[in-house]
C-alpha cells in the first residue's frame, strides 16, 4: 500500500509528537461488510482542528502496544482497544473495548473523557452483548471463554470486538484463548483486518493461532501481544510457509479498501 509523501509525513509527525489527530465531520453510513443492529449513540462535538486528515474511505490503525492498537475513523472517531492503565493513550479515545483476562487489558478507572467505554463481558458471568453505533462507526462483539485462575474456565470472559468503520471490518480478537467455532465465526462475519495476540503461551497456542487466522480468511493480519521479538519469530516462523510477511517501518498505516494487499498478508507494526 502506498501514500502521498504529504500523508506519510503527517502521520510519522502525528506519531513522533503524540498529536491528536482530529477530524470535523459529521456523521455517516455504518459499513455493510460487519452484520448485526445498531444502537444509536449521540454525536460528539466535532474539533476545530485537524491534523493529518483522513480521506472519506480511509482508516488509521496505531499499534500503541500489548493489546492496545488506535484504530481512528474518516470523521476522527478514535478508538483504543483493550484499554488499560498501562499504556500511555496519545490521545483521549472517544471509544475503548477491554478485556479483563490480565490487567493489561482493562481500567476500572477510565479517562472521564471518554465517551463510550465498551466491557467484554459481565460481571455475572452472563455473555456481555455490545453492539453501538458512533458516528461514522459501529462496535459490536463476539464473546468467547478463557481459562481461569485454577485451570477452569470462565465463560464470556473475553470479547472479539469487530468494528465497521470506512467499509472495513476491522476486528481485535482480544485475549482470546480457544480456537473459534463456526456459529462464533458466523456471527463476526465476513473480516478484512484482524488484531491477533501471538504470544502462543498467555492466549491460544501459536499452531491454534493459525487455525483461526486461516478460518477467519482477512486480507490483513496485525500480530499483537508478542512480548518482545524472540515471541514474535516464533510466530512468524509457523505463519510464514501459509502467507507473505510485511515488515512496516512505522506503528501507523493508513488503509482502504481498495489499497488492501492483493491477497492474504500478515503485516507486523513495530510497537514501542
Known sequence: MTD???RRLAVVVWVLSFLPSLAAAAGGPTSPHCPGPVAAMPRAAPAALKVAALGENEVR?????????LIESPHGVRIATDYNDAIALPVTPDIVTM????????????????????????????PAIRDVSYQDVRVRNVPTNIRDGAGGTERYGNSVFIFAVASLCIVHLGHLHHTLTSEQLAAIGPVDVVMAPVDGTYTLDLAGMIEVLQALKATLMLPMHFFGEFGLRRFLALARPHWPIEINPTPSIVI????????PTVRVLPGP
Open 4 to 6: 502521498s509523501n504529504p
Open 61 to 69: 490503525l496505531t499499534f500503541i502496544g500489548h493489546a492496545t492498537f
Open 99 to 126: 478485556n479483563h483476562a490480565h490487567a493489561t487489558h482493562y481500567s476500572d478507572h477510565p479517562d472521564p473523557g471518554i465517551k463510550v467505554v465498551l466491557r467484554g463481558w459481565n460481571d455475572d458471568g452472563s
Open 256 to 263: 482502504s479498501r481498495a489499497h488492501l494487499p492483493p491477497g
